[in-house]
């Protein structure tokens, strides 16, 4: 009766009904991803190296984009629960005074000094040289995600989540589409190789944000205003402050990390990193059900929570938490199940026998590594964030991957000098090892808080308006 009580909860079809669309989109993003590494197949292994190492600027700028449109999405979440609109846009103007110079000074660095930026990740000079004018070109892109990123989670914050894949789905079917031209030459189109790709992400993205524009200019509310940037409100933007960049500094602290453990391989051989690129790939389709789940779920605990509903809301945090374990079982079990393809594929493009030999194992450590993945990123990024508990989620990643995992990987790859499959997997138990820490997080209940306030707008507060 009880188990039967646990599925009947009408928190599955909202899930469900949440969910889908998000994890199409992630799929479709992935799917780019899997497009770029196809069609660099036939181009070469240095291309997909090269762009494989050049893409972490974009990987770490997404998640900076990504931690502000959902560290956003803490406050608005929970404002749409109290039906307050008007604090919703001036949260998303917040959000978009951060997300748009951050783009601007991404831009600016790839425009001027894109090969130093290559110098970080290798020191191959055909990588270097490859990598430099790929970032040269996406500037255009950094620029481009620094809006969407953020209006798409606002969005999603107040359950509008098919926009956001819809707009996806155009941008990825442009995308696929201009890099098959680009990179072989179709259409009379001078051969690109790894720029095509740089250039069919910018276009897209381009028209992307057109379209962002178009859904705004229809939506009764939630509307982009760009002129939201300069809307000031003092408590809002202490709020953000206090709550939304922890949240934005810890998906910085953990995409950067990550972007480090590529410098990692990166250093260790033109093998280990073209096998690495294609592992993430596959780890990306494994993962996409269980970061779907925890966006989703982190949308409908706000929501909850800012109607006051605390209870029904820890309620549903158990059930999610079950959901994102099965989930990763499943995640498992497709990186598992696509792995003899992906050998066949890699084997008659232009892989060598010790990438191949790499790629190999690499996947058998993703197949579980994806459960580790899954159950921190639902309770950290999706959990704890609906109540607005984003430092603990920050304080943890730092030293579970700063502290421990980089400089484990550092002196395994290059005091130590172990084997390259050897510092893969030492880097790989850095989910695990923070388990113990966010079960007892979740388990004490401190994440669960109604962070909405009252009267915002009917008196400002002094020196409101000097923020």
């Known amino acids: 009766m009880r188990l039967k009580e646990r599925f009947s909860s009408p928190f599955y079809g909202q899930i469900v009904k949440l969910v889908t669309p998000i994890v199409l989109q992630n799929l479709l993003s992935s799917a780019v991803s899997s497009a770029d590494v196809v069609m660099l197949n036939f181009v070469g292994q240095s291309a997909i190296s090269a762009v494989s190492l050049a893409s972490q600027y974009a990987s770490v700028l997404f998640m900076v984009f990504y931690g502000l449109g959902t560290g956003a999405t803490m406050l608005c979440a929970q404002y749409y629960g109290k039906k307050d609109f008007r604090a ?241 079982a499943v995640g498992g079990l497709i990186v598992l199940c696509a792995r003899p393809f992906v050998l066949l594929y890699a084997g008659n493009g232009n892989f060598t026998e010790t990438a191949l030999g790499y790629l190999s194992v690499m996947l058998l450590i993703n197949s579980y590594y994806v459960m580790g993945a899954a159950v921190n990123t639902t309770l950290i990024a999706g959990v704890f964030r609906a109540g607005g508990d984003s430092r603990f989620g920050l304080i943890c990643d730092f030293f579970d991957m700063w502290v421990y995992a980089l400089p484990v990987g550092f002196l395994a790859a290059f005091v130590f000098k172990l084997p390259v499959l050897w510092v893969y997997f030492i880097m790989c138990t850095d989910e695990f090892v923070k388990w113990p820490w966010v079960f007892k997080r979740y388990r004490s209940g401190k994440w669960l808080k109604n962070i909405t306030r009252e009267g915002l707008f009917e008196k400002e507060p002094a020196g409101a308006e000097g923020q």
């Open 88 to 328: 919703i846009e001036v949260v998303q103007g917040i959000a978009l005074r951060f997300s748009v110079g951050i783009s601007l000074g991404f831009a600016v660095l790839a425009l001027t000094v894109p090969q130093y930026m290559m110098l970080v990740f290798t020191n191959d000079q055909e990588l270097i040289q490859l990598g430099a004018g790929y970032i040269r070109i996406l500037s255009v892109c950094y620029l481009c995600w620094g809006v969407t990123e953020v209006y798409i989670s606002i969005l999603r914050s107040v359950g509008r989540v098919a926009i956001g894949t819809v707009l996806n789905t155009v941008a990825v079917v442009l995308n696929v589409i201009l890099n098959a031209v680009f990179i072989f030459g179709w259409l009379g189109v001078p051969k690109m190789g790894a720029n095509g790709v740089a250039l069919a992400t910018s276009i897209s993205r381009l028209v992307e944000l057109a379209l962002c524009f178009v859904v705004s200019a229809r939506s009764p509310q939630v509307k982009l205003k760009l002129r939201m940037i300069f809307v000031k409100n003092a408590v809002l933007f202490r709020d953000f402050l206090k709550l939304s960049l922890p949240a934005m500094a810890n998906d910085v602290v953990w995409g950067l990390a990550f972007s480090l453990y590529s410098v990692i391989i990166g250093h260790l051989g033109n093998d280990a990193v073209a096998a690495n690129s294609l592992a993430t790939v596959v780890r990306g389709f494994g993962t996409v059900l269980c970061f779907g789940l925890a966006s989703a779920g982190g949308i409908l605990l706000g929501q909850k929570i800012g109607e006051g509903r605390l209870e029904e809301a820890r309620a549903d945090g158990r059930r999610l938490l079950w959901l994102t374990v099965a989930a990763g």
